[in-house]
């Protein structure tokens, strides 16, 4: 079952994307369904770009820094995988912000 992004996230991130702004997606999802929606929102191309949280547990944070740059989803995460996944990006030299998904 997926629940559907919002009407304007679509738009936003194509606004962000020919701004020169990377955007991730990371949630606490299944892959297959960050995957697919992913996808949907262009900003995912190829499912190699997704890592799960047991994955990301695999890879050292040398690795991660090196690498960060190849995902655009991180799916089944937890909070300190997400820190892992910020600090990496910032690692890069790179400047971080993220949102949240609407309250329900």
């Known amino acids: 079952m997926i629940d559907p992004p919002r009407l304007e996230v679509k738009s936003a991130i194509e606004k962000c994307k020919s701004a020169g702004i990377k955007t991730v997606m990371i949630t606490g999802d299944h892959k297959i369904t960050a995957i697919a929606i992913a996808k949907e929102l262009g900003i ?50 790179e400047i971080v912000a993220m949102t949240g998904d609407r309250s329900k």
């Not at 191309?45 to 997704?50: G, L, R, T, V």
């Not at 944070?61 to 960060?68: A, K, Q, T």
């Open 44 to 93: 995912l191309e190829n499912e190699s770009e997704a890592l799960t949280g047991s994955e990301l547990e695999n890879i050292s944070d040398e690795e991660l820094v090196r690498d960060i740059r190849k995902y655009s989803v991180y799916a089944r995460v937890a909070p300190e995988h997400k820190v892992r996944i910020v600090n990496a990006w910032k690692a890069n030299g």
